[in-house]
């Protein structure tokens, strides 16, 4: 005989259910990666960026946050398996990799899954919204050591809260030498702050290059040369079509540091013996 469904049951089953549910984040989307959770004696928030040899990193202050811009920003793409995302950064254009030991980004990335927080330290207002990241079941992102690595999921450094942002920047540094190098990977407005110059290499002769102006909007993976006074210049992440693209592929960028094979034939700019040029 069938028996009689209640009111209790449709909510049991609801409440079921909602435990299955997996929404993943929107790859349309922007996010960062903020880490809450209560510690012996204090609670402590840390976010996580990209640092210069493409590993995790995490800072815990506002203004390192904000100092870090775009290196801070994520995306989210669906994986090859059902219900995992792929980490992208935004400023390296690289993928997250395995999480195991050093957590690293490169060209290709793992299936990520993305679980809900077991963890008694995370902040109570938090705890609906903590999620941790694992691609074995037992471990995942852990801001606590530096550079970021795998540690066991009960750690409260485990777990985050993502949180969505539409607008993000890059600040470039000029020295005393007046000159620097650029390349994003995002499209951003190039500054008009007075004195501040960004070039294209338009053609290479007899040993020169000739340089052509540049103004508007900096299109992603697009390499300039900025001529500027000692400061801090800041390139904000626009959905606007690019106006500057590459004249020619002379001037090629990378989006972390890269080794240069020292016979090889390749010019960076350098403040050497005859001053501010490309130097072998």
């Not at 435990?19 to 004696?41: E, H, M, N, Q, S």
């Not at 995790?56 to 398996?81: C, H, K, M, P, Y």
């Not at 079509?241 to 034939?265: Q, R």
Request: one cysteine or more; a negative charge.
């Amino acid at each position: 005989a069938l028996e009689t469904v209640t009111a209790d049951d449709v909510a049991a089953l609801q409440t079921a259910l909602e435990g299955l549910r997996v929404v993943l984040p929107d790859p349309a989307k922007f996010y960062y990666f903020d880490c809450t959770y209560k510690a012996a004696t204090e609670e402590i928030s840390r976010k996580l960026h990209i640092n210069n040899n493409n590993q995790l990193n995490w800072v815990a202050t506002q203004a390192a946050f904000d100092a870090a811009g775009s290196r801070a920003i994520f995306q989210f793409e669906a994986g090859e398996a059902p219900n995992t995302v792929k980490i992208k950064s935004v400023h390296t254009q690289s993928y997250m990799g395995a999480i195991s030991g050093e957590i690293t980004f490169g060209e290709t990335g793992a299936d990520i899954t993305i679980a809900r927080s077991n963890s008694n330290e995370v902040a109570d207002d938090l705890k609906p919204y903590a999620v941790m990241f694992t691609t074995d079941g037992t471990t995942g992102i852990h801001a606590n050591a530096a550079p970021v690595i795998a540690w066991t999921n009960g750690a409260g450094s485990n777990h985050y809260v993502l949180r969505e942002v539409t607008d993000f920047k890059h600040t470039l540094k000029v020295t005393e030498a007046g000159w620097a190098t650029l390349v994003l990977g995002f499209n951003a407005t190039i500054p008009t702050t007075e004195g501040f110059k960004a070039y294209t290499i338009e053609s290479v002769k007899d040993g020169y290059v000739s340089l052509a102006e540049a103004t508007g909007v900096l299109g992603a993976n697009t390499p300039i040369i900025v001529n500027a006074p000692k400061g801090s210049y800041q390139f904000a992440y626009t959905t606007a079509a690019a106006t500057v693209e590459p004249a020619t592929d002379v001037l090629k960028g990378t989006l972390y540091d890269s080794n240069i094979a020292p016979e090889g034939t390749a010019y960076v700019l350098a403040n050497g013996g005859n001053g501010v040029g490309l130097y072998r």
